[in-house]
């Protein structure tokens, strides 16, 4: 039966009615039912979750909850640990895969191990003056909300300079991140995943010679600070992965200081001498088994991703960068 009958009894008009009812119905359900479709495809569009992998995004970069303060402070005296233990015990776990990394502090540690005595001792006072009288100044950037709103916690590792001589820092940013974390009740801050700089000629400079601090990059910037020891000084313990190639550049101090003092640390000198000929090579350096084994980037906190290199710990399983973990003090310092 057409619902168009035109002329129909009464009951088959009922019935034409019913059925053409039931036909506005069914088209309407019809119609329903595809928009029903459209619209579960188009809600169901967004809620289909996209598994494709993301790096994380560096909260620094986000706008903070609250108007922030800040202090500064310059890294001023390290503590450099004298057993592997300690290492273990002080260091961040920068990569994210469940152990501390301190590559960077072993591979000091070894070497001092190699050297006299007096030596190895005036090797933490040459760092510390580095950074004292303006070859390394290395300034951390606290900042916490003024008005006290929420805990957040932000710090930034900088290279500073002092042109004017003022006494007044000048610092040198180029894009670093902060890292960011949360103050506690008693004022302690802990912040991770930001990117920093670090002086690493300045901290594997045996002789204290180098007027060059070689600053480097790095990622996975995570800071802690911690007690005021006095008149503002505090306990620092600060970890970050330095870009691929970083350690190389100590290789032409340590190579010199070799050449020059081998006295200083007779049985490496020797060791590394391969050619015997009484210097210590860059490429002696570098080829040795130990030595390559000690300046191989040792963590994965980058990635690529669209065409760029990220950070995206534990990733690719490759690892890029060399993990520098230290303990010091940090004094309070003002900065322009
Ligand atoms: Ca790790
Ligand atoms: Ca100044
Ligand atoms: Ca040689
Ligand atoms: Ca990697």
Excluded at 228 to 241: E, F, M
Aim: aromatic letters at 6%.
């Amino acid at each position: 039966m057409s619902f168009d009958t035109p002329i129909m009894s009464r009951r088959g008009l009922n019935r034409a009615a019913f059925s053409s009812t039931r036909g506005v119905r069914l088209r309407s359900l019809r119609h329903l039912g595809v928009g029903f479709m459209t619209l579960t495809l188009l809600l169901s569009t967004p809620a289909c979750r996209d598994d494709t992998p993301r790096p994380p995004v560096l909260p620094g970069v986000a706008e903070p909850p609250c108007q922030l303060k800040q202090e500064a402070f310059a890294i001023s005296q390290l503590n450099l640990p004298g057993s592997s233990t300690e290492l273990r015990d002080t260091a961040f776990d920068l990569d994210l895969d469940g152990r501390p990394d301190y590559g960077i502090a072993s591979f000091r540690l070894a070497l001092s191990s190699q050297l006299s005595a007096p030596v190895a001792s005036d090797w933490r006072n040459h760092i510390d003056a580095a950074l004292a009288d303006g070859r390394a100044t290395w300034i951390l950037v606290a900042e916490v909300c003024a008005d006290g709103s929420s805990d957040h916690a932000r710090v930034g590792l900088y290279r500073a300079t002092d042109a004017d001589g003022d006494g007044v820092f000048e610092m040198v940013r180029n894009g670093q991140v902060p890292a960011v974390g949360q103050r506690d009740a008693i004022g302690h801050i802990l912040a991770t995943e930001g990117t920093g700089t670090a002086p690493i000629v300045t901290l594997f400079d045996p002789l204290g010679r180098a007027q060059d601090a070689g600053w480097v990059s790095g990622s996975a910037l995570s800071v802690e600070l911690g007690p005021v020891i006095s008149d503002g000084t505090r306990v620092v313990r600060l970890g970050l992965a330095l870009e691929h190639g970083a350690l190389d550049r100590v290789v032409p101090p340590l190579a010199g200081f070799l050449t020059e003092d081998a006295s200083s640390a007779p049985g490496l000198a020797r060791l590394l001498d391969s050619n015997t000929d009484g210097a210590v090579s860059e490429e002696e350096f570098r080829t040795n088994v130990v030595m390559k084994a000690m300046l191989a980037d040792d963590v994965d906190v980058l990635a690529d991703y669209e065409g760029k290199t990220v950070y995206w710990p534990s990733r690719d399983d490759q690892n890029d960068s060399s993990s520098l973990s230290l303990v010091g003090l940090a004094r309070r310092v003002e900065i322009e």
